[in-house]
C-alpha cells in the first residue's frame, strides 16, 4: 500500500507535498494497473449503473472546465504567452506550485489523481522552458467557445493508453470499462484544473 501525500497538505506545505509527489512519481511506482486496481477496490460495492452517474457528473465538469479554460485563453492568451516565456524560471515555478497544490487541493479524487499526471504535472516539466506550458494549454482549446464544448481533449500517455487498449480488447466487464474511462478523465480533469490557475493569475504577475 502507497502513502500518498495527503490533500490537506498541499496548501498547507505545497514544497513538501509537491516533493513527496515527485519523488514517488520519479520511483515508477505509479503503473497503470496499480491505479485502475486501486480505483477499482474503491468502486466494488457500487454498482455500474452508480459509476456511470459519477462519471457523467466528472465528464460535466470537466467540459465546463475546458470551455472556461479557453474563454479566458482568447481574452487573455497572448498577454500569457508573452508573459509566460519572458519570466524567469523561478517565477514559472512559483506559479506552477501554487496552481498545482491548489488544484489538487480541490478534492481528494483529484489530490490522488496526479499519480496519473507525472508525464506533465511536475515543477521542470512545467517550468525548465517558457514554451511547454503554451503548447499544452493550447492543445486543449476548444474550437469552438459559443457554447459549453461537448467533447474531451484527453493528453496522450503511451503507457496508460495501451493499458486501456489492452483492457478493452479483453472483454472486460462494462462496470471495470466505466472505472478507466473515470480514471482518464480525472487525470484529464486535473490536468484543466492545473491550467485554469495560470491562464486565470499569471498574465498580472509574471
Not at 470499462?177 to 480514471?183: G, L, P, S
Request: with cysteine.
Amino acid at each position: 500500500m502507497i502513502d500518498l501525500p495527503k490533500t490537506q497538505d498541499a496548501l498547507r506545505e505545497p514544497e513538501v507535498w509537491n516533493n513527496k509527489w515527485e519523488s514517488l512519481c520519479k520511483r515508477g511506482v505509479f503503473t497503470p494497473s496499480l491505479v485502475f486496481n486501486h480505483e477499482q477496490s474503491k468502486t466494488r460495492v457500487m454498482s455500474t449503473t452508480l459509476i456511470a452517474d459519477e462519471y457523467s457528473q466528472l465528464l460535466e465538469s470537466t467540459l465546463e472546465l475546458r470551455t472556461v479554460v479557453g474563454g479566458r485563453y482568447v481574452l487573455f492568451g497572448d498577454d500569457f504567452d508573452s508573459n509566460w516565456r519572458s519570466a524567469s524560471q523561478e517565477v514559472r515555478r512559483r506559479h506552477a506550485l501554487f496552481a498545482i497544490s491548489e488544484s489538487c487541493s480541490v478534492a481528494r479524487n483529484l489530490n490522488d489523481a496526479r499519480a496519473q499526471t507525472s508525464d506533465i504535472l511536475t515543477l521542470s516539466n512545467l517550468c525548465d522552458d517558457g514554451q511547454t506550458v503554451v503548447d499544452l494549454i493550447r492543445a486543449m482549446l476548444p474550437d469552438d467557445l459559443s457554447s459549453v464544448c461537448r467533447d474531451v481533449y484527453y493528453y496522450p500517455n503511451a503507457v496508460w493508453d495501451d493499458f486501456k487498449d489492452a483492457k478493452f480488447r479483453s472483454q472486460i466487464p462494462e462496470k471495470d470499462k466505466v472505472v478507466i474511462e473515470y480514471i482518464s478523465l480525472l487525470r484529464t480533469k486535473l490536468i484543466c484544473e492545473h491550467f485554469l490557475n495560470p491562464v486565470h493569475f499569471m498574465i498580472a504577475d509574471c
